[in-house]
């Protein structure tokens, strides 16, 4: 354990990151938990606690996005193997009609992984925002034929976010919190709008970057651009959440994985939608989470192939071992003050060799 508390601790002292807070457990309970460092070191400091909000970034995927697909496909209302012109209609482009559901969760779709759309939106309402961003990502070409290739994409999910509202009738911050955030008691999990003051005192977030665009350090509102634009969250980005909450949130989704409950999903869903994908071949995505690529993994080298992982830009991140029943949530701000801080892409794979190691040692 000691080397593990000072593995976080040196993260702090380098560099990597102004704070953290490190949450690890298995599917029952909280194995082990530290919190280093600082939540904000401008324009004032301010220490870091075990409940600080953060601005997860993509992370908004797989603990909201994919969770209000899983809900509705769990209720009947859609399917996986729907295309786009199914759901939002005959303004679907013809070369996008055959876009899948699959397609947009596993990230093969065949849209590019990001454009800047928030600079070609200008200063309008965030709903007609939305609308025009929606359909600024059905105009964009794509840059190969869906279903060949795998390639991370933001679009892909401002479209699903889009088909979650069109068949569930809900926002996506009122589906999730309705069927997941609020029956397990995660207050401090939640969606931002842009034009409203931050829910919590602001010294219970911690800070991004001090961003270019906005001219100030973004603090209690969402840090992507496209998203701030979108009214604050769109179903790539924008979710904010405390490494407690997110680790019971996972908690829950492993249980139903193993078959403990399936009060909330089907456990056969929850499985089918954590498998690693065969097509389109060599991809690491299973529906909607990463899963350890051969060489160079942001888990470390112990995870089991039988893992699912996924990162927030913000520097936030969690990986689960399915086969170890083993859950660490790692947050950082780690683009405090600046995005160009990069040192975590080495620091990531060392820690998660470090709580493996632990782990297994406690487990002897």
């Known amino acids: ?14 560099g990597v990151y102004p704070g953290c807070v490190l949450v690890v457990g298995n599917s029952r309970r909280i194995l082990f938990e530290m919190h280093a460092g600082h939540a904000c070191i401008n324009p004032e400091t301010v220490a870091i606690r075990k409940d600080t909000i953060f601005d997860v970034a993509s992370l908004t995927k797989p603990l909201a996005t994919v969770l209000g697909v899983m809900k509705l496909i769990n209720d009947g209302l859609m399917d996986l ?21 699959r397609h947009l969760l596993s990230h093969c779709s065949g849209l590019p992984e990001w454009k800047p759309f928030y600079e070609m ?28 290739k795998a390639v991370y994409s933001d679009l892909g999910y401002i479209l699903l976010e889009w088909v979650v509202e069109r068949i569930s009738g809900l926002t996506l911050s009122e589906l999730v919190s309705r069927y997941f955030y609020a029956p397990l008691g995660l207050t ?52 904010f959440s405390t490494a407690l909450d997110a680790y019971y949130l996972c908690a829950c989704l492993v249980q139903h994985y193993y078959g403990q409950r399936s009060d909330m999903l089907a456990s056969r869903l929850v499985r089918e939608f954590l498998e690693r994908q065969s097509d389109p071949a060599g991809t690491t995505w299973t529906l909607g989470w990463d899963t350890p690529s051969p060489e160079g993994s942001s888990a470390g080298k112990f995870f089991s192939k039988n893992s699912i992982g996924h ?7 969690v990986w689960i071992d399915l086969d170890r029943d083993l859950i660490v949530v ?29 782990f297994e040692g406690k487990n002897d």
């Open 81 to 101: 193997d729907q295309h786009l012109k199914e759901v939002l209609g005959d303004g679907v482009p013809e070369d996008k009609r055959h876009i899948s559901i």
């Open 188 to 239: 401090r999990t939640f969606f931002q709008l842009a034009n409203e003051e931050p829910r919590f005192p602001i010294e219970d977030y911690a800070a991004t970057e001090k961003c270019r665009w906005r001219g100030t350090v973004i603090r209690g509102h969402v840090h992507d651009e496209n998203a701030y634009v979108m009214g604050g969250y769109s179903g790539h980005a924008g979710l």
């Open 311 to 317: 990162l927030g830009f913000t520097g936030t991140s």
């Open 121 to 148: 939106v200008g200063s309008i309402d965030p709903r007609e925002a939305k609308s025009k961003i929606r359909n600024l990502v059905l105009g964009t070409p794509l840059d190969y034929e869906p279903g060949k």
């Open 1 to 14: 354990m000691n080397n593990l508390k000072n593995i976080v601790s040196w993260g702090v002292r380098s």
């Open 330 to 358: 790692f947050f950082t701000n780690r683009i405090h003050p600046i995005r160009d801080n990069e040192k975590i892409r080495d620091f990531r794979p060392r820690l998660h060799d470090a709580v493996v190691t632990w």
